[in-house]
C-alpha cells in the first residue's frame, strides 16, 4: 500500500515505460521492456526517481533539435565536444549544455553541482572524446540527487 507522499512523489516526478540501454555499458539505443504480471505479459515501468533519472540519460544521450516532434529536447553538449578547440572551453561548453538540458525538466527544482570528472584539461586523443558526468539536484519534492549521468561518448 503506497502512502499520500508516494502517490504525490509519484504524481510529481512522473512514471514512463522503462527503457534500458540495448547492450549494457554502450548507449547505442535504448529498447522497452516487458515483464510477466500475474495478469499477462506487459511493459516494464518506472517511477520518480527512476523515472526523472532516466528522462535525463535519454536527453543527454540524444543530439540537440534531432526529434523532429519536439526540437528543443535534447543536449548540445555533442557538438562542443565534436567541434574540437580548447579544452578548457569545451569542458565549459559541455558543462552549460548539461546545464540547459536540467534546467528544462519541470521536475528539476535547482541544480547544486555539475561535475565533468575526466580527470585532466588535456587534449584527448583522437576518437576518444569521453567526459564523466555527475550531477548534484534537488527535485520538485525536495529530495537532494547526486547521480552519475553516465559517459558523453560520441562516435562509438
Request: overall charge negative.
Amino acid at each position: 500500500m503506497t502512502t499520500q507522499a508516494e502517490t504525490l512523489r509519484r504524481q510529481l516526478l512522473g512514471w514512463a515505460p522503462a527503457c534500458e540501454l540495448i547492450e549494457p555499458g554502450v548507449d547505442l539505443g535504448r529498447d522497452l521492456v516487458l515483464e510477466d504480471r500475474p495478469s499477462g505479459r506487459d511493459l516494464a515501468l518506472v517511477d520518480k526517481i527512476d523515472c526523472l533519472g532516466q528522462s535525463l540519460a535519454i536527453a543527454l544521450t540524444t543530439l540537440l533539435g534531432s526529434d523532429l516532434f519536439n526540437t528543443e529536447f535534447g543536449f548540445d553538449g555533442l557538438n562542443a565536444l565534436t567541434e574540437g578547440g580548447s579544452p578548457v572551453m569545451t569542458r565549459e561548453r559541455v558543462r552549460v549544455a548539461v546545464v540547459n538540458v536540467l534546467r528544462k525538466d519541470p521536475r528539476v527544482r535547482g541544480i547544486l553541482d555539475v561535475k565533468l570528472e575526466d580527470g585532466r584539461l588535456d587534449p584527448v586523443p583522437a576518437g576518444s572524446r569521453v567526459l564523466d558526468v555527475r550531477v548534484s539536484f534537488e527535485t520538485v519534492t525536495g529530495d537532494p540527487v547526486t547521480t552519475d549521468l553516465g559517459r558523453v561518448v560520441p562516435g562509438v
